[in-house]
């Protein structure tokens, strides 16, 4: 019996971590894919009471996750959404030691449940 692992589209996973963020992280309302005045487009943003907000960054691929280290909101942290921040992708394609300091991690299992 050969066991076939479910690949996710960007859609789908934007749809999951939009229900995470609303479900999990405190958010009255959130968005997918908002796009800022300063250019940056976040996969999910929820934005809760007291200035709270938690930007989701959903990626596909490992490819996919380097190259967002080289956007200029990666760069200059200060400059992009979200206090709380987050990349979203299926489990084991991101490991928690890739991370940039103070981003968390959500995975995303082969039937789509999201876990922080």
């Known amino acids: 019996m050969t066991f076939k692992m479910k ?3 960007h859609k789908e996973l934007i ?3 939009y229900r ?22 976040a996969d999910v943003i929820g934005f809760g009471s007291w200035g709270h907000s938690v ?4 990626k596909v691929s490992r490819s996919d996750f380097l190259c967002d280290k080289k ?5 200059n942290p200060e400059q992009g959404m979200g206090k709380l921040r ?5 489990t084991g394609l991101i490991k928690i030691s890739d991370l940039p300091v103070g981003w968390g991690l959500v995975y995303v299992n082969e039937q789509g449940k999201a876990t922080c």
């Open 55 to 58: 930007l989701v960054e959903v």
């Open 86 to 90: 987050f990349y979203c992708c299926p």
């Open 71 to 75: 956007k200029p909101f990666r760069i």
């Open 20 to 41: 995470w963020v609303l479900k999990n992280q405190s958010c009255g309302c959130a968005f997918k894919e908002l796009v800022s005045v300063s250019g940056e487009i």
């Open 15 to 17: 749809l999951i971590a």
């Open 7 to 9: 690949i996710f589209t």
